[in-house]
């Protein structure tokens, strides 16, 4: 996420019993995850803030300023997704990015048989763009730990089944779209001529599938859609806006979970 800006987002709890394991609550339709957040500290912490919520959803308890002060951060502020992946991982923790950025990724690197290290590090050495050098770096980190890249339709039956398997869903996305918000100058002012695009993380952590929607779980303060942390949107927009989030190097989901968790991540080149 290059910054959150003034997405002008609003906030409150999300309500859990901090004592017990993760526990799914059924709805007529879906499910949702007791997933706490707390509120980013500032506007560039939202990436280390959901981190430490998923976090707490598998009862580790590292405090927020812990997990803040490791997270690797940009120039211009904010951080990569690839980054937090690489904090879980040297915590113990599975990870798995489902990348949409083609930015960074061709599609044709999914193939099985392909190395995708080899891949980017022969892109490094043509492209001269420093984010995208810096967005490498941090997944040949990834992969040498042991991270898995997928590349998969997004789409709900994906989001679905992965939440139905108790994962909440770290993405980075475009805020501008998801909140219809104004573009933004580098310092976080509204401005939708001179602006540019804003991204952000949030937590996918329920759906109904009946109305095609998902639970949004958001670190920020304010929020075009109430007086709550965590709110209900079209399933359409939220894909929409994680798309849109190759815009500035985000567009992905991050599962991140215990290492003896019962999920079985897809193999490269499973493109069901």
């Known amino acids: 996420m290059p910054r959150s800006g003034s997405k ?4 409150a709890r999300v309500a859990s019993d901090d004592s017990d394991p993760p526990q799914r609550r059924h709805r007529s339709s879906g499910f949702v995850l007791p997933l706490n957040i707390l509120p980013q500290p500032d506007e560039v912490t939202c ?7 998923i976090y707490r959803y598998w009862g580790d308890e590292d405090p927020l300023p812990a997990v803040i002060a490791r997270t690797r951060r940009l120039d211009e502020g904010g951080t990569f997704a690839v980054f937090l992946a690489c904090d879980a991982l040297a915590r113990g923790y599975g990870a798995t990015i489902y990348t949409y950025n083609l930015l960074v990724f061709d599609p044709t690197w999914f193939r099985p048989g392909v190395d995708l290290a080899e891949r980017l590090q022969r ?4 492209k001269r763009d420093p984010r995208l050098h810096h967005a490498t770096d941090g997944y040949l980190e990834f992969l040498r730990r042991g991270g898995g890249l ?3 339709d997004l789409s709900p039956r994906l989001i679905r089944r992965l939440v139905h398997h108790g ?13 219809r918000a104004p573009r933004e100058q580098p310092d976080g002012q509204c ?8 991204g952000h993380f949030v ?3 329920g759906y109904d599938e009946r109305r095609r929607t998902l639970l949004i779980v958001d670190p920020y303060q304010t929020t075009p859609y109430g007086p709550s942390r965590a709110y209900w ?11 849109l989030g190759i815009v500035t190097h985000d567009a992905n989901l991050l599962v991140v979970h215990p290492p003896r968790h019962g999920w079985r991540r897809p193999a490269v080149g499973d493109y069901r």
Do not use: M, N
Request: charged share 15%.
């Open 191 to 198: 401005d939708d001529v001179g602006g540019t695009p804003a």
């Open 233 to 243: 949107i079209d399933a359409d927009r939220a894909i929409g806006a994680i798309l």
């Open 167 to 179: 994962l909440p869903l770290l993405t980075g996305l475009s805020a501008t779209y998801l909140y």
């Open 47 to 53: 990436g280390p803030t959901c981190l430490h919520a």
């Open 8 to 11: 002008q987002l609003r906030a």
């Open 150 to 152: 997928r590349h998969r």
């Open 123 to 126: 892109q490094l050495a043509v």
């Open 203 to 205: 937590v996918i952590a």
